[in-house]
């Protein structure tokens, strides 16, 4: 079984729509991440969470919201999906040790197209 | 934060060892090197990571220049699963919380890697 889950792996919505975008981790990793990657772009960070507790703005938050249900559950949300965020989103873990240099595991992602 | 420059596309004869490149003259003295890759239709993939010394994994060796200053991804003996997009990525180092900037990994566009039968 993976270890990161993003469900669903596709989805086709319309313009005012919400819509939710779940991952789940089974690696045990305090730390959970939001991407998104459009063609030519790369990725780029929309949230992150450090814990249940934390959860911070990356560099391309607005338009979206998150929650951390559990240590192992990160939602990401459209409140009002419009059609620039038609996009790939990728989901992805990391452990906090000390003195280790952090990786990153990602999910296989889910792929929205918001007509 | 410091920036990474990549050749757009390279290709590969199968069995044949392929060197990545990656220039990143603006790195600071706590940069860490990352190499990610991503397989068509896949999420991210980390390979490997260095700060100063050569690296080695099972997946590929990471060679440092002596200033930092750029840095080369190996795969020794390319495979046609090898095919993919590399990144290489500048990371601020461990500890502390000082916000997105320490923790995103901040992917350029890479370098598609083709591999021929």
């Known amino acids: 079984d993976a270890d990161v889950t993003q469900t669903p792996r596709n989805r086709i919505t319309k313009t005012g729509k919400r819509i939710m975008l779940e991952c789940s981790q089974t690696?045990?990793?305090?730390?959970m991440y939001w991407y998104r990657q459009d063609p030519g772009l790369g990725l780029r960070l929309i949230y992150y969470?450090?814990?249940?507790?934390?959860?911070n703005k990356g560099e391309i938050s607005d338009g979206y919201s998150v929650s951390r249900q559990a240590q192992a559950k990160f939602s990401l949300s459209l409140e009002s999906a419009i059609p620039n965020q038609t996009a790939l989103y990728f989901c992805?873990?990391?452990?906090?040790?000390?003195?280790?240099?952090?990786?990153?595991?990602f999910g296989p992602g889910t792929r929205l197209l918001v007509l | 934060d410091a920036k990474t420059t990549q050749p757009n596309s390279m290709e590969s004869n199968e069995e044949e060892p392929v060197h990545l490149p990656c220039n990143h003259s603006?790195?600071?003295?706590?940069?860490?090197i990352h190499w990610y890759r991503q397989l068509p239709s896949q999420g991210p993939e980390y390979v490997i990571h260095g700060l100063t010394s050569n690296v080695n994994n099972r997946m590929a060796s990471l060679a440092i220049a002596e200033d930092r200053k750029s840095s080369t991804l190996i795969l020794h003996r390319a495979t046609l699963r090898d095919a993919a997009v590399y990144y290489c990525i500048l990371r601020a180092g461990y500890g502390g919380h000082s916000g997105a900037g320490s923790y995103q990994l901040t992917f350029g566009k890479g370098t598609k890697l083709s591999v021929i039968p």
């Open positions: 992805a873990t990391s452990e906090t040790q000390a003195l280790v240099e952090e990786t990153q595991y």
């Open positions: 603006t790195i600071s003295g706590t940069d860490y």
């Open positions: 969470s450090f814990d249940v507790k934390d959860i």
């Open positions: 690696k045990g990793h305090d730390r």
